[in-house]
């Protein structure tokens, strides 16, 4: 979800031709993977494993790649892409059916968040919170909104997950 309040809407209005290619039931494997996706993964690899059909951010600074289940709409995965490989990777708008290890899932109260995942590191952001870990190279973020869990990112540990 990272950026994804910010970005919606860019999402769904400067997008060329997206549709439905991100995992029906996206996983979060804490400092390793978000549906699929590996920060360091090619282009390709992500071609190859989210389809051809995405949407690209016309307004941001990173390339940033939007598959979302129907065309023009929010909910989906973001990708972005620097030098070629994935940067940052997010879910958009808490798309149903994703989770994380030890049954947590998006809607989950922010309680069980740091219960199921922790220990965290909060960050406020604007508009959202983003609960944190970093392990080694990579930061899991738990992006939470209205004291609900809304959307899951993992990005460099350098990276500011509240851009």
């Not at 995992?23 to 051809?52: E, F, N, Q, S």
Request: glycine share 12%; proline share 6%.
């Amino acid at each position: 979800m990272r950026r994804a309040l910010v970005c919606a809407l860019v999402a769904a209005c400067a997008c060329s031709s997206a549709s439905a290619a991100p995992p029906r039931a996206g996983v979060l494997v804490p400092g390793k993977a978000l549906g699929g996706i590996h920060l360091g993964d090619a282009a390709a690899t992500v071609r190859a494993h989210l389809g051809h059909d995405y949407g690209v951010c016309a307004g941001c600074t990173t390339t940033t790649w939007y598959f979302t289940y129907k065309p023009f709409t929010q909910k989906g995965l973001a990708v972005e892409l620097t030098r070629g490989r994935v940067s940052a990777v997010y879910t958009m708008w808490q798309p149903d059916g994703w989770r994380a290890p030890k049954g947590l899932r998006l809607g989950a109260v922010e309680e069980q968040v740091n219960a199921l995942a922790g220990p965290l590191v909060p960050l406020v952001c604007s508009g959202y919170d983003a609960l944190t870990r970093d392990d080694g190279v990579v930061r899991t973020a738990y992006y939470v909104r209205d004291g609900k869990l809304w959307g899951f990112g993992l990005l460099r540990r350098s990276a500011n997950p509240c851009r």
